[in-house]
């Protein structure tokens, strides 16, 4: 995959301290990794790097909204997106980008990309099931909720009000009989 260079950040020349970068992630951004679940996107990020003699800290800030479609109703709404994700940047002999916490780039390196780690803590932050609000408050009107009432089971209370009386279903007392016939 292309590194996009918007999110290439380089650090040689940075004083030892802490700097900060703001950026704007549209719809476009998440395109670039072939994801397309998400009907459009407005997310702020604030991305902190605390400069250290021997390593880097990134802090990446997000807040905003993105627009998806209700998994029972698929309408469209705007999905809030709220979060933070904490990695190190360290130098080693050769790059290595296997544990999600800490990326290793070789000496020499003068910028870092931090692309994957952009999308990747968006993409964990939303949750797993996308439930339009109106659908838990019962203010949605749709023409899909309106069907999957008409088709819900009636009287779901109702299966075991023979059971209270005594009343047992005659097929039942058949199998019994094959329980105890041995």
């Known amino acids: 995959m292309m590194e996009m260079k918007e999110f290439t950040i380089p650090f040689v020349g940075l004083k030892i301290e802490k700097h900060r970068f703001n950026f704007e992630i549209v719809k476009t951004f998440f395109e670039h990794f072939e994801y397309d679940d998400f009907n459009d996107a407005d997310i702020k990020l604030e991305v902190v790097l605390d400069k250290k003699s021997t390593l880097l800290e990134f802090t990446l800030l997000y807040t905003g909204s993105v627009n998806v479609n209700c998994d029972v109703t ?15 940047v360290k130098f080693g002999n050769e790059f290595n980008a296997d544990n999600e916490d800490l990326l290793i780039i070789p ?8 692309q ?16 339009h609000p109106g659908v838990k408050d019962g203010t949605l009107k749709s023409e899909i909720l309106d069907k999957l009432e008409e088709l819900s089971i009636k009287g779901e209370g109702k299966i075991n009000d023979s059971n209270k009386e005594g009343k047992t279903d005659p097929r039942w007392d058949t199998l019994k009989k094959l ?4």
């Open 74 to 88: 698929n309408e469209p709404y705007n999905q809030d997106v709220l979060g933070d994700y904490h990695f190190l």
């Open 179 to 182: 329980l105890t016939d041995k």
């Open 116 to 131: 994957q780690y952009i999308y990747e803590s968006i993409i964990l932050g939303l949750p797993s099931r996308r439930i």
């Open 107 to 114: 000496h020499g390196s003068h910028e870092v990309n931090i």
